[in-house]
């Protein structure tokens, strides 16, 4: 069976339309099925749209499927053998040792620091005032720090911040992604200066050693880390990077995205309002499993807005898949954004409905924010816990308007918005 292709270009292939339009081009290969292919920079690509395809490829076939080459030229400047980046042996020793500081009974024993991180950050905020994400992304970096890594520094966080912005400027869908990072210009300058910045806060982290303070019986990441003899410092160092950067920004943008819903569906935000009121206080661990209208508002934002928006994987094995096959070699694009939104799988799919759940779609693996199968996300269970309590703790206290009509994305390594999003404050 032959695999459709997108309109190229003689030898540039599918390059200029790419880098032109990226979600735009995501949208081309969509409409001509479920199994697109393309050529951008010389490298082959095939769009896989069927939940029954990404089963396949990160389920039942995820022996057959690794990180893409391309992946090699970020890990190589950011954590060349962070969790994240690497594959095999290499890979299943990593996850068994990061593991144990995702265990249900130490989410539960960070869920304080979650919920004490998110009262002290909304307490400062002014009736009337206005906050946009980086606020959200101050509190997810403060919970990170302080629950990972058992420290509360504002400077170390502020560089943190702004080492994310210079990767995601660096590796954005574009061409600058692909100029070396040796080659002076303005974005490369600003990366390096902020990556060496961060470099030195990882340093000061490696050097203190973990342990929250206070609660000795409580380890935090760090301290899981080196108290194994699985990881080399190399391993150690990388897998604190990829924390650093994975761990908060995913988690600020559901907060914001769920808070855009939230002011524009103000009958699901009164729900949420009478959930909170009904607590005895503010949220706790105990609190987690009880919260079905926080829990489906947390749903149903990762569907329409998934943070991580694709999934890549590159064959090491022809793929039969129900469309054709993919060769060896080839690398695979998993959108979830656009698989979430399939009308095969959702009724009314481009409508915030957090009813919908907990029933969820059609087929099992027409959702999936945080992965499928073995490599799924180590820190799905963290994040959905913190943003289970950050929630309501805001929605005790305020009422959100968006100043934002439309939301615009950019394609860099999460899906952000192109455009800062803002947000007036009202003291309920």
């Not at 292919?37 to 069927?50: C, D, L, P």
């Not at 998110?118 to 002014?126: I, M, P, Y």
């Not at 957090?354 to 199968?373: C, K, N, V």
Request: with cysteine.
């Amino acid at each position: 069976m032959s695999v459709p292709e997108p309109d190229g270009l003689p030898v540039l292939g599918h390059t200029v339309s790419y880098f032109r339009d990226p979600f735009g081009f995501y949208e081309q290969a969509e409409a001509l099925g479920d199994l697109v292919r393309a050529e951008v920079m010389g490298e082959t690509f095939y769009y896989v749209h069927h939940p029954e395809d990404v089963k396949r490829v990160l389920v039942d076939r995820s022996d057959d499927v690794e990180k893409p080459d391309f992946f090699d030229r970020t890990s190589r400047e950011v954590a060349p053998t962070g969790v994240f980046f690497t594959d095999g042996e290499q890979w299943r020793r990593q996850r068994t040792a990061l593991q144990p500081a995702f265990y249900r009974e130490h989410i539960d024993r960070y869920a304080p620091t979650m919920a004490d991180c998110t009262r002290n950050a909304v307490e400062d905020w002014q009736d009337g005032g206005r906050i946009d994400g980086d606020d959200f992304r101050s509190l997810t970096l403060r919970v990170l720090t302080r629950t990972m890594f058992g420290i509360d520094d504002p400077d170390g966080r502020r560089i943190v911040a702004e080492a994310t912005d210079a990767v995601n400027e660096k590796f954005e869908t574009g061409l600058d992604g692909f100029i070396p990072t040796w080659v002076p210009t303005p974005t490369n300058r600003r990366y390096r200066r902020r990556m060496d910045a961060l470099d030195d806060v990882v340093d000061s982290l490696l050097a203190r050693g973990g342990g929250i303070e206070g609660d000795d019986a409580m380890p935090d990441l760090l301290s899981v880390l080196q108290a194994t003899d699985a990881l080399s410092e190399t391993e150690i160092r990388d897998q604190l990077v990829t924390f650093l950067f994975a761990g908060h920004e995913t988690t600020s943008l559901a907060l914001l995205y769920a808070w855009v819903m939230l002011d524009r569906h103000p009958e699901v935000r009164e729900r949420l309002h009478r959930e909170v009121d009904a607590l005895d206080g503010d949220p706790t661990a105990e609190d987690l499993d009880s919260l079905p209208v926080t829990d489906r508002v947390i749903r149903e934002t990762l569907r329409l807005y998934p943070p991580v928006y694709v999934t890549f994987r590159q064959a090491t094995e022809p793929l039969q898949l129900r469309d054709g096959t993919v060769p060896a070699g080839a690398t695979l694009l998993l959108p979830q954004y656009f698989v979430h939104r399939d009308e095969r799988f959702w009724d009314d799919p481009e409508t915030f409905d957090p009813d919908r759940w907990p029933e969820g779609p059609d087929h099992e693996h027409a959702y999936f924010p945080f992965g499928a199968g073995p490599r799924h996300c180590i820190g799905m269970r963290f994040a959905r816990a913190e943003l289970k309590l950050a929630i309501p703790t805001i929605a005790r206290r305020w009422r959100l308007r968006s100043r934002t009509d439309e939301l615009d994305f950019r394609m860099a390594t999460t899906l952000r918005p192109a455009e800062p999003v803002a947000f007036d404050l009202e003291r309920r």
